[in-house]
């Protein structure tokens, strides 16, 4: 026998060692397989005596703090999983006073702000698997991965979490979703979901909840805080969490809208708080760089940046007006001030500096696109009529894309 056909067949050999060894272990859809054995203990755990089946929608409203490109934000949230097509959530920017909406229905999704429909995106007619939120929402009851057919389950055996308790982990594979990873830890003291992460092979991205404060619903355990991770980073904390099980909800609330028109405009008070600033020397070309150079400054003086970012142009006073001219056009970033002598300590700079904006009455006009705002502006004069801009204020303009497609501009009024 030559060297290779040696070597051939001690592969083949140890290939079918190998298979001879995974085809004697447990059956993970045996009833007393370690996988089914955890998961019948974390179904009754969660549910106790009531029938997953039972829970067909669920209503959240919740505080949510946001940290994400450096900054972080606080939403009241609320969230609406209707059915395996339809979810709703909404977020109201707290001290911001901006109201963003995201909805998932079985024809189209859209996301609005102030009104606006920012984009609309029609459901592929092809794709008939149950939306992401919808998808996770029925993982999270844990009944359906006794379905063995459809999901490849994995015991991972028990570990440590952060903080020293003893969890036991299962992996879990969804056949019509073949480049998702699952893995879940179950606390060993209570049977409960500790932490649930999703791996995505095709975004090379992990997203994790961490879950804690477990209390009864009608008898169903829900967490009542919950930590979130990407890519292994803080990412949200989501607390004061009020549940509603099988809420009341009409189908058209996920119908498309029909009016798609762009210049809606609104009243309510102008964004308001603490900002950072820095003079934009230039047009709106040199945005990106003073930025740039806005957060160096903000990370040198170790200020916690906690919110949007805006440009703040200045309107032109009356030529009969004594009031003195006001400087060049300032971009600014929502910042938290440590203490009321901050400001004292900052000294004098031509470049930067730290302003307090107060609430006014504006009119909003929510663009998306690249237009300059001064088409915007006479736009805003077309529609907004008898309505004057109001002289000497700030026309303030807050960025929802880093590159400027999606924003709002706040006229001030009378």
Known sequence: MSNLNSKT????????????????GPDPADPKSPEQVLLDKAITSLWGDVSPASIQSLQTHS???ESQDDFSSTFELDTLMASANSYREI?????????EEFIQGPKSSWHVVDGAVVDLEPRDPKNDLPSQ????FEISKLAVLKDTERFDLKHRGHHKNEQKEDVERLEVHDKERPNITLTF??????GLIERVTMEDSSKDMSFTLILRDYRPIEGIQFAHEIDSLENGKPHAQQRSIVYQLNPTWKPEWFEAPKDLKQDRIISKQSIAGSFAYAHLVGGDENIPETISNLKSWIEEKK???NGPLIVIHPTEAPKTDSRPVQGPARVAIAVKIPDPEFIARLGK???????????????????????LLEEIRKEFLVHANPVTIKP????LEIYFSPEGTIRQVQFPVN
Do not use: Y
């Open 9 to 24: 067949t001690i592969v083949a050999a140890l290939l079918g060692l190998l298979a001879t060894l995974v085809s004697c």
């Open 63 to 65: 505080t949510l703090v």
């Open 91 to 99: 977020r109201q920017w707290k001290n911001f006073g901006v109201r």
């Open 133 to 136: 939120q919808s998808w996770l």
């Open 185 to 190: 830890d179950f606390t060993v003291s209570t």
């Open 303 to 305: 200020l916690e940046i």
């Open 349 to 371: 700079s031509e470049t930067f500096g730290i302003v307090e904006l107060v609430p006014q009455p504006v009119k909003c006009v929510t663009e998306v696109g690249k237009k």
């Open 392 to 395: 000497g204020a700030n026309i």
